[in-house]
């Protein structure tokens, strides 16, 4: 929009006159007077439309919501009427044209005031609008764009991984099947494994931001049908422990790049950046499952109940000093096919999970990388190696030991905010009720 200026940058404008354009975040009326909050991408001012303004009569027409371009005065504000704590607290914009772009309809309710989850969500292109979405996604954006770089950093290629799939990657989640031209059925991906293993092979180190669709009939605050992940895999390991050490990597340079960016969006949602134990402390502290379940004094269990994630979180944070906890050792047959056993460590595998502020975000491991005995583990399982063929070519020709692991970005975005459902924490969220509408029953 020619000559338009941002509203961050109203202040150096004082006694000039401006075009602004925006969304109207608040209308009061005052008299004969009327008071407006603008908003464009960059934040927040008020405007005032005073009795003598030529604007008055438009301004009958504003409501909230509307798009409006906005041409006035900056003006300091009195002293009195200062507003030290508040962006553009200091000036105001004294009105003399307003251009309806867009008028908006009366709002089904105000905006900002908190509503159930199923409002919140059938109401999406409204609410997303508000301060609280604007800054879950903006949190996420910038944890995608920290993580990414941060990989990059550490000599991972990003690939793009497909979404269309002739079989179920995991062999076992539920898939979502697609009719796929005349007589063949495809899959949605519930994982970019397979893909990222036979990437190993060009890259060495790769990683890939993919889409997962599963079709477990799971409602709970955590899953999904659809997901974002960060997934990477690498070659030349002699343990699980290098793919943590990456990982470990990524998210304290992802922790500390939101910190520097958005302490005031942690101050919002009344909580802070994450903390990791640095040097000599340690970094993310490790428990084995059996060690975990013994701080925890309870019974052995061949996994962790949810419960017991959360347990084990609030014991890394009071006596590790640790938002995060990586838990190792799970038994090979509770994790993935291609997942490494050692065999002086049977029946345990060298899977690890990472809990953050009592949820699993991330499940990672070192992987079996040789073909006979993936082929050997297939038959264990029951799976047929001919229905893998494509992905056993990595492994007939070169593939070194290997390793890496998988994040749920609606995860991380949730736990980095405290927010209780992972729902809130992805834009546009599928799950068994919902895409974008309510299903029927
Ligand atoms: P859970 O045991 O909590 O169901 P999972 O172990 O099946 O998760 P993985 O296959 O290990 O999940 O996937 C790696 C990561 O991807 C998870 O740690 C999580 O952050 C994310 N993720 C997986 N499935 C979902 C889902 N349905 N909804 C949201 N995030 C998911
Ligand atoms: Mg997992």
């Not at 962006?87 to 914009?93: A, C, K, R, V, Y």
Request: with cysteine; charged share 25%; net charge negative.
């Amino acid at each position: 929009m020619k000559n338009r200026v941002f509203i961050k940058g109203l202040s150096s404008h004082i006694g000039k006159t401006v075009a602004i354009a925006g969304w109207v975040s608040v209308r009061r009326d005052q008299g004969k007077m009327v008071f407006f909050d603008f908003r464009d991408m960059t934040g927040n001012v008020q405007g005032v439309v005073l009795t003598k303004s030529p604007a008055l009569d438009a301004a009958k027409e504003v409501t909230v919501e509307s798009a409006v371009q906005v041409g006035g005065v900056i003006n300091k504000r009195p002293l009195k009427n200062v507003q030290a704590d508040k962006q553009n607290g200091d000036i105001e914009l004294q009105i003399e044209s307003i251009e309806m772009l867009s008028k908006a309809q009366t709002l089904p309710f105000e905006l900002g005031t908190e509503l159930n989850l199923d409002t919140h969500l059938d109401n999406l292109p409204l609410t997303l609008r508000t301060q609280r979405s604007r800054d879950i996604f903006e949190m996420q954006s910038s944890i995608l764009e920290a993580y990414r770089a941060s990989l990059k950093r550490q000599h991972f290629t990003e690939f793009e991984a497909p979404a269309l799939v002739g079989g179920d990657a995991e062999g076992g989640a539920a898939a979502f099947k697609v009719e796929y031209f005349k007589d063949t059925v495809a899959y949605l991906a519930t994982s970019p494994q397979f893909y990222k293993q036979i990437m190993v092979g060009p890259f060495e180190r790769a990683f890939t931001v993919a889409k997962i669709f599963r079709a477990e009939k799971s409602a709970t605050t955590r899953h999904l049908s659809e997901a974002t992940c960060l997934d990477f895999e690498m070659g030349f390991i002699e343990s699980e422990r290098e793919p943590m050490a990456i990982l470990e990597k990524a998210i304290q340079d992802t922790v500390q790049a939101v910190a520097e960016q958005h302490a005031d969006i942690f101050k919002r949602f009344n909580t802070s950046p994450p903390k990791i134990p640095g040097p000599p402390a340690g970094g993310i502290p490790i428990l084995t499952l059996a060690e975990a379940h013994e701080t925890l004094g309870v019974a052995p269990e061949p996994d962790m109940a949810p419960e017991h994630e959360r347990g084990i979180c609030e014991w890394a944070k009071k006596e590790k000093g640790s938002d995060f906890v990586f838990i190792t050792r799970f038994p090979t047959a509770k994790r993935a096919f291609y997942t490494y056993e050692d065999p002086t460590e049977a029946p345990l595998s060298r899977g690890f999970d990472l809990l953050f502020r009592g949820l699993e975000i991330n499940s990672g491991a070192q992987r079996i990388h040789d073909y006979d005995s993936l082929i050997g583990r297939m038959n264990e399982r029951g799976l047929d190696p001919e229905k893998f063929a494509f992905y056993l070519q990595a492994f007939k020709y070169g593939m070194p030991p290997h390793g890496g692991s998988s994040t749920g970005l609606e995860r991380f975005t949730a736990r980095m905010l405290e927010i209780a459902n992972v729902k809130e924490a992805t834009a546009f969220p599928r799950d068994m009720t919902r895409i974008d509408t309510r299903l029927s029953e």
